[in-house]
Structure formats: structure tokens, C-alpha cells
């Protein structure tokens, strides 16, 4: 179990570039979930894969934020025209398939978006 | 809805004292109960969990006990250590698809 691998760790781009986050799940786990974090606050849903299908996207999730897990391994995150208020920790977490109750994530180190 | 609120921070405690972090739940299913911990510079990992009334998950000292007719998931430890000195999240999982998490409560025990 080598965990959850985010790349990069950190990222600073200019307002209205485009950046493309990668998530590395544990190997053995079926589901993959994208989260945002800003400072002070808790962890809030963007979205969620199992396997390689997108099952659940967040309001938060703007047309400019796209997901995909091509063969249902590891996934990328891109925003797009990227804005100042996008500027927060993005993290992925996964989780194999235990049940309904019974998954809890585990979470990458995330990495750091700074719009400037 | 579903959302999860816990007592704001931060909390400072001396070693050896005990610890109480306050964590209500609004919950449209029957939900799972967890608290997640960030130690600095590390991603969240799992500290103990819930899954129904009046389970008590446990786990490094700490222990939190699912109660549905409080809607609370309060987490204790009766001797903080300054290793324990973190961000602690309360969330939960109704469909097991999405977490809801608190707003996270900073720890420091200082020696």
C-alpha cells in the first residue's frame, strides 16, 4: 500500500490558464473521489468515479472543471480559464469497495492551486 | 440536508488534559459517522468511525460514540498527548458516495 499520490504538490498559474492536477489511487481500490479545500474550511465534494465511470458530480463543479479516469486508474482534474477564486488545496481520495457504510478515504497530500 | 458542525478552534490544552471536540450531524438517510485527522503537512487519514447508534468507534486513545438521539458524534481522549497536536474533521457518509465534513478543529497540547 504505497497510499494516494497527488502531482503536483504545489501550482501557481496565471488567471485564465488552464491546469491539469493527476491523482494516483491505491491500487487495489475501485472508487476515486476529487474534493476542495479552503482555508479553514473542510474538505467539499467535487466528484466521485468507480472505476473508470464519473457517477457523481458536485454543483461546486462548473463547466470549466473537468474529471476523467480513462481506464480506472489513475485520474486527472482540469480547470480551465482558471480563476482567482479557484486558488485552493485539491485533493483526491480513494477507496475500495466494502459495502455502503464501510469505505472510509483515504486521501492524498493534495496539491496546492495559487491563481494569481 | 446533510451537513456536519463541530465546535470551532482552536482548542489548546496542556499535556495530559482531557480532550472534547463537539460534532452534531444533519443527516437525510441513516448515516456513517467518522473523524478524520491532519497531522501538519500530511493529508487526512482516517482516525475512527460509526456506522450506527450507539457503536463507539475508538482508536490511539481517542473514542467518539454515535448517538442518534442527540445527532452527535462528539470526539474524546482522556490524556492528550502533543503528538496529538492536529486538525480534526467530523463527516459523514449516507450512500457511502459522498462525505460531508465539518469545518475541522485545531488541536495544539503544549508540553
Known amino acids: 500500500d504505497t497510499g494516494v499520490s497527488q502531482d503536483p504538490r504545489h501550482k501557481i498559474t496565471k488567471r485564465g490558464q488552464n491546469v491539469t492536477f493527476r491523482c494516483d489511487p491505491i491500487?487495489?481500490?475501485?472508487?476515486l473521489y476529487w474534493y476542495r479545500q479552503t482555508l479553514g474550511q473542510g474538505p467539499e465534494f467535487l466528484t466521485y468515479f468507480q472505476n473508470e465511470a464519473q457517477l457523481e458530480k458536485s454543483r461546486l463543479l462548473s463547466d470549466r472543471f473537468s474529471a476523467e479516469r480513462p481506464k480506472g486508474s489513475f485520474s486527472t482534474l482540469e480547470i480551465q480559464r482558471t480563476e482567482q477564486g479557484d486558488s485552493a488545496m485539491y485533493l483526491c481520495?480513494?477507496?475500495?469497495?466494502?459495502?455502503?457504510?464501510?469505505?472510509?478515504?483515504?486521501f492524498g497530500n493534495g496539491t496546492r492551486l495559487t491563481v494569481t | 440536508g446533510n451537513s456536519v458542525t463541530q465546535m470551532e478552534g482552536p482548542v489548546t490544552l496542556s499535556e495530559e488534559a482531557f480532550l472534547t471536540i463537539n460534532c452534531t450531524y444533519t443527516a437525510t438517510g441513516y448515516p456513517s459517522l467518522f473523524w478524520y485527522v491532519q497531522y501538519p503537512g500530511e493529508g487526512l487519514q482516517l482516525l475512527l468511525k460509526?456506522?450506527?447508534?450507539?457503536d463507539k468507534g475508538s482508536n490511539k486513545g481517542f473514542e467518539a460514540t454515535y448517538r442518534k438521539e442527540t445527532t452527535s458524534f462528539h470526539l474524546e481522549k482522556g490524556s492528550v498527548q502533543v503528538s496529538d497536536s492536529a486538525v480534526y474533521f467530523c463527516?459523514?457518509?449516507?450512500?457511502?458516495?459522498?462525505?460531508?465534513f465539518g469545518t475541522g478543529t485545531s488541536l495544539t497540547v503544549i508540553p
Open positions: 460509526a456506522t450506527k447508534a450507539d
Open positions: 463527516a459523514l457518509s449516507v450512500t457511502g458516495n459522498q462525505f460531508y
Open positions: 481520495a480513494s477507496s475500495p469497495i466494502m459495502g455502503p457504510f464501510n469505505s472510509p478515504l483515504h
Open positions: 491500487s487495489e481500490h475501485n472508487r
